[in-house]
Nanobody, 119 residues
Framework: QVQLVESGGGLVQAGGSLRLSCAAS????????MGWYRQAPGKQRELVGT???????NYADSVKGRFTISRDNAKNTVYLQMNSLKPDDTAVYYC?????????????WGQGTQVTVSS
């Protein structure tokens, strides 16, 4: 089992920055993918970006150039640096970890952290 705990959310004005953290614990394998998703009120959960254990990143078009994902494998922690925030970035942000065991995929989610961007 894997536990994910996010932190760093809050209220920020448009144009500001926030940094989210997600610490993973439990049965974590060396090869995995961690990522961030978000869900705004009345909308479906959407991908923000992912980062592999090897450091390869992938971003949604809506955040490219503004958000940066990084990770510290020694601490099993993934970060989301959010710059130039917009009101449209307001959402609950969820951390995600995916890994495979005996060719069976497992996906774990954090409890979410609220990010609110005021105009």
């Amino acid at each position: 089992q894997v536990q994910l705990v996010e932190s760093g959310g809050g209220l920020v004005q448009a144009g500001g920055s926030l940094r989210l953290s997600c610490a993973a614990s439990g049965s974590i394998f060396s090869i995995n993918v961690m990522g961030w998703y978000r869900q705004a009120p009345g909308k479906q959960r959407e991908l923000v970006g992912t980062i592999s254990s090897g450091g390869l990143t992938n971003y949604a078009d809506s955040v490219k150039g503004r958000f940066t994902i990084s990770r510290d494998n020694a601490k099993n922690t993934v970060y989301l640096q959010m710059n130039s925030l917009k009101p449209d970035d307001t959402a609950v942000y969820y951390c995600n970890l995916g890994q495979t065991n005996w060719n069976r995929p497992y996906v774990y989610w954090g409890q979410g952290t609220q990010v609110t961007v005021s105009s």
